[in-house]
């Protein structure tokens, strides 16, 4: 919480150096905490609507249609055009009380496309050449367990249960807990990491303490794996799909709402050479 409120601020003076009224930022973000929308949410809505709201002068409830349509429409990829057309939409249909202004709106249609892997080879090769026990820990984990970025950041050192043998995940993606199995090799590596670097509170801590940097995570996931973090999770759920994992056992390993989401993996599964990212 004390992280959000800071980002909050920080956006808030951004948008006083370019005359936006950032108090519209805040009731914003205050909306979407209230919805129980994740952190990373928050801070990636509210920074979509500061840009937006820079670029228009004038009183914000007086911003037509139109106007929304040509900044949509100037942006580069149709992920961007749908995220952006997302949060200003959750914008003026729950602060601003203006649901009409997106009645001729439509979504621009996302691009499907499967998500590249690493083969099984690959992974595993890849983290056992990391020399740094901690870097090491922490990208285990990211693939052993599937997990998202913010996920992995947001562990705490009570959230592994080595009795159980597995690892509880708080207040995921749409606030949702969820348990997911964690291997022994992979307990033996946090015994071990944990004995060397006797973390507090969070179960990866910053240099300086407190919670790792998604930024810092993302740079050492370049570095060792050759790829972002999120690609370790679709393979992950991929090798899963490849085993023949029942596919309800999958959702609830990832942590899903929609099953059509967890098929990806099995169609990537049956793709996967194609697919494979190379070395």
Known sequence: LQHLNHYIKTIMDKGKS???DTQHIK?????LK?????KSTIEQYSSILRVFL???SGEVRRITTDQIVEYI???KSRSSMAQNAGAIKHFFCHVMGQPNKFARIPYPKKEKRLPKILSTQIVISRLRAIK????RAMLSLLYSCGLRRQELLNLRISNVDSSRMVLSIKQSKGAKDRDVPISTQMIELLREYFVEYRPKDFLFNGQNGGMYSATSLGKLCHLHMKCNPHILRHSYATHLAERNLELGTLQKRLGHNDPRTTMVYHHVAMEATPLLVSI
Not at 34 to 38: D, F, G, L, R, Y
Not at 132 to 135: A, D, G, I, Q, Y
Request: glycine residues 0%; hydrophobic residues 15%; aromatic residues 8%.
């Open 18 to 20: 370019r005359h936006i």
């Open 27 to 31: 009731t914003y973000a205050s909306y």
């Open 34 to 38: 209230s919805k129980n929308h994740s």
């Open 54 to 56: 820079s670029s228009h």
């Open 73 to 75: 429409s100037r942006l």
């Open 132 to 135: 740094n026990l901690k870097h």
